[in-house]
């Protein structure tokens, strides 16, 4: 019997626990959340974030970026939904402060230190940007971060994905114009933006490509207060 029940203890420690249904349907898409950011507190604490840390062998082949392709053109309705980027603007270009992370990308929106302060990480906030400014399918995000007070909706989020940037540029651009949030388009020497006004809040995309040829994206909204 006790041989029994040592070996009943060990499948019991076999069984995975039972997952939140709500956080299962924000993890359950084809993006990939680093497990180790979630739940994170902000801290006024330095934040360290490896910009160029690649995606898994898997996932930057010539495979992968036709899947990723193939999913974006079914979100716009077919490869005719999607759009050439306008005439650029004035160039962009981001500080070294900015571009570091999440909060940098907030920072360009004007947010407040209030609300600043009330910000989190985890992976689930990528959920929580609006249905148009989601990230290209297939994309890794590195790190998420939000809050969802009523003096502070904000959420801004840095994703890697092989495709190449004009073409992600090019989808994020049709999905906010399709949807009557016409964006407006800046290039600079390295990096890509596009900004606008979407659900009574601020938008803000910023996009580079890296050394390793991955197009890094983040992606920053400030709701109303």
Same mark, same amino acid.
């Given at each position: 019997?006790?041989?029994? !029940?040592?070996?009943?203890? %060990?499948? #019991?420690?076999?069984? @995975?626990?039972? +997952?939140?249904?709500?956080?299962? =349907? ?61 005439? !650029?603007?004035?160039?962009? %270009?981001? #500080?070294?402060?900015? @571009?570091?992370? +999440?909060?940098?990308?907030?920072? =360009? ?117």
């Amino acid at each position: 019997m006790a041989g029994l !029940s040592a070996c009943a203890d %060990e499948a #019991a420690q076999d069984i @995975a626990p039972e +997952t939140d249904p709500i956080v299962q =349907r924000a993890l359950n898409d084809p993006l990939m959340i680093e497990p180790d950011l979630a739940s994170q507190n902000l801290g006024n604490s330095a934040l360290e974030f490896d910009i160029g840390h690649p995606l898994p062998p898997e996932n930057d082949g010539p495979a992968a970026v036709l899947a990723a392709r193939e999913e974006a053109f079914a979100v716009l309705g077919g490869s005719s939904g999607l759009k050439d980027l306008p005439a !650029s603007g004035s160039e962009v %270009e981001l #500080a070294e402060a900015e @571009a570091f992370d +999440t909060v940098g990308r907030l920072d =360009r929106l004007s947010i407040s230190k209030s609300c600043e302060a009330q910000l989190r990480f985890s992976g689930t906030w990528v959920a929580r940007l609006p249905e148009r400014l989601q990230p290209f399918p297939r994309g890794s995000t590195k790190e998420a971060i939000g809050s969802a007070t009523g003096n502070c909706r904000a959420v801004a989020a840095l994703y890697l994905t092989p495709v190449p940037i004009e073409d992600v540029l090019r989808y994020h651009f049709s999905r906010l114009d399709e949807g009557g949030a016409r964006a407006s388009y800046t290039k600079g020497e390295t990096w890509h933006s596009l900004t606008g006004s979407i659900d009574g809040g601020r938008y803000e995309i910023t996009a580079r490509e890296l050394p390793s040829g991955l197009a890094e994206v983040g992606i920053a909204y400030l709701g109303a207060a």
